[in-house]
T-cell receptor
Framework: DTEVTQTPKHLVMGMTNKKSLKCEQH?????MYWYKQKAKKPPELMFV???????INESVPSRFSPECPNSSLLNLHLHALQPEDSALYLC????????????????FGPGTRLTVT | SQKIEQNSEALNIQEGKTATLTCNYT??????LQWYRQDPGRGPVFLLL?????KEKRKERLKVTFDTTLKQSLFHITASQPADSATYLC????????????FGQGTTLQVKP
């Protein structure tokens, strides 16, 4: 199974709402990622989890709060978002990137299309 | 700064021809580069990874080259088909084996029947 699943597919939320994005993989990968992608732009890294610990936060505003409950699941909690946060949010996973000399490919989910009104 | 650049202009070719996409990097020497395909509204799909000590890598109709002298990777699709129409992203790794990927802007390929 080389699939990364994400729910929901689409999400519309107001600026005062709290919602969560979910991501799941069953490939035994120990690294999981959140990316944000705006239209006609490449994905931009937000967070990296390695062995269920947050290893990279790319200076993301605190209204985005990641969580990795176990090695298969990754959540992104959203609170008090702004309209400019509307984007496609992508989850990805890979094998352990810390092994020296490795350049492991990342497997992406289909994304959650988020609209903030 | 350490840049990775792709030609952001769309590439239009006729079915059956070879498509060649370019990825250039400056101010550093990546140990490897990756190529992904992305269809509209969907997540990127990994295609190929090439290491700096590999001149060329192939997978079915796909070929990628890595020229460390020119600081360039070329991605070729031979016998192109309309189904190959998509955006193709080149990516390099950030430092320190963190798994961080930094993508180029992507090149949109349109294959006309």
């Amino acid at each position: 199974d080389t699939e990364v699943t994400q729910t929901p597919k689409h999400l519309v939320m107001g600026m005062t709402n709290k919602k969560s994005l979910k991501c799941e993989q069953h490939m035994g990968h120990r690294a999981m990622y959140w990316y944000k992608q705006k239209a006609k732009k490449p994905p931009e890294l937000m967070f990296v989890y390695s062995y269920e610990k947050l290893s990279i936060n790319e200076s993301v505003p605190s209204r985005f709060s990641p969580e990795c409950p176990n090695s298969s699941l990754l959540n992104l909690h959203l609170h008090a978002l702004q309209p400019e946060d509307s984007a496609l949010y992508l989850c990805a996973s890979s094998r352990d990137p810390h092994l020296p000399g490795q350049g492991y490919e990342q497997y992406f989910g289909p994304g959650t299309r988020l609209t903030v009104t | 700064s350490q840049k990775i650049e792709q030609n952001s202009e769309a590439l239009n070719i006729q079915e059956g021809k070879t498509a060649t996409l370019t990825c250039n990097y400056t101010n550093y020497s990546p140990a490897y580069l990756q190529w992904y395909r992305q269809d509209p509204g969907r997540g990127p799909v990994f295609l190929l990874l090439i290491r700096e000590n590999e001149k060329e890598k192939r997978k079915e109709r796909l070929k990628v080259t890595f020229d460390t002298t020119l600081k360039q990777s070329l991605f070729h699709i031979t016998a192109s088909q309309p189904a190959d129409s998509a955006t193709y992203l080149c990516a390099r790794h950030g430092s320190s084996n963190t798994g961080k990927l930094i993508f180029g802007q992507g090149t949109t390929l349109q294959v006309k029947p």
